[in-house]
T-cell receptor, first 117, second 110 residues
Framework: EPEVTQTPSHQVTQMGQEVILRCVPI?????FYWYRQILGQKVEFLVS????????KSEIFDDQFSVERPDGSNFTLKIRSTKLEDSAMYFC???????????????FGNGTRLTVT | GQNIDQPTEMTATEGAIVQINCTYQ??????LFWYQQHAGEAPTFLSY????GLEEKGRFSSFLSRSKGYSYLLLKELQMKDSASYLC???????????FGSGTRLLVRP
């Protein structure tokens, strides 16, 4: 079964450094998402992406974050200047368009655990 | 905006049945998803309801009442591997994203 893949699985970085988290969504999916989950907390929406542009973003997704689809397969999340509070698990997800009134589920990758020291 | 309410924790015995409730308020509604998340892992899709009633899928069933803003996930013949968090996610009709509740952490005991 096709799956969303994320690299790296773990990333350790120093405060103030830039990090890029990478994702390969499922090939026929059109909608891409980033979520994060701080340890012990809920899964939080960051941003959705469709047709090469941001569709929606949350208040968390401020100017230090950016997303890009640099080619036909990768989808990246860049954190420009990391802070200690950016330490979390970052999940990429993708979905196909729904049909009629039926919505399509999001399929999640295994996540990248980001630790900012 | 959305408001999602689930119990924080539940405990049940292996082989038993457990019902996890979710109440929600959304701006528009286009179905409700349930996901399972084991500790340290990604959420995985369990079920989707868009019409009122019960959807059954093996040991798992999900119920929806749109007028009451209420859903439940029913897990039968509990197994130890069912120990996980269960996330309720109602979907707004104007959006493709899912917003998750805080989840219900289920502990299955022998």
């Amino acid at each position: 079964e096709p799956e969303v893949t994320q690299t790296p699985s773990h990333q350790v970085t120093q405060m103030g450094q830039e990090v890029i988290l990478r994702c390969v969504p499922i090939s026929n999916h059109l909608y891409f998402y980033w979520y994060r989950q701080i340890l012990g907390q809920k899964v939080e929406f960051l941003v959705s992406f469709y047709n090469n542009e941001i569709s929606e973003k949350s208040e968390i997704f401020d100017d230090q974050f950016s997303v890009e689809r640099p080619d036909g397969s990768n989808f990246t999340l860049k954190i420009r200047s990391t802070k200690l509070e950016d330490s979390a698990m970052y999940f990429c997800a993708s979905s196909v368009p729904g049909t009629g009134m039926i919505s399509s589920p999001l399929h999640f990758g295994n996540g990248t655990r980001l630790t900012v020291t | 905006g959305q408001n999602i309410d689930q119990p924080t924790e539940m405990t049940a015995t292996e082989g038993a049945i457990v019902q996890i409730n979710c109440t929600y308020q959304t701006s528009g509604f286009n179905g409700l998803f349930w996901y399972q998340q084991h500790a340290g892992e990604a959420p995985t899709f369990l079920s989707y309801n868009v019409l009122d009633g019960l959807e059954e899928k093996g040991r798992f069933s999900s119920f929806l009442s749109r007028s009451k803003g209420y859903s439940y996930l029913l897990l039968k013949e509990l197994q130890m591997k069912d120990s996980a968090s269960y996330l309720c996610a109602p979907k707004e009709d104007s959006s493709y994203k899912l917003i998750f509740g805080s989840g219900t952490r289920l502990l299955v005991r022998p």
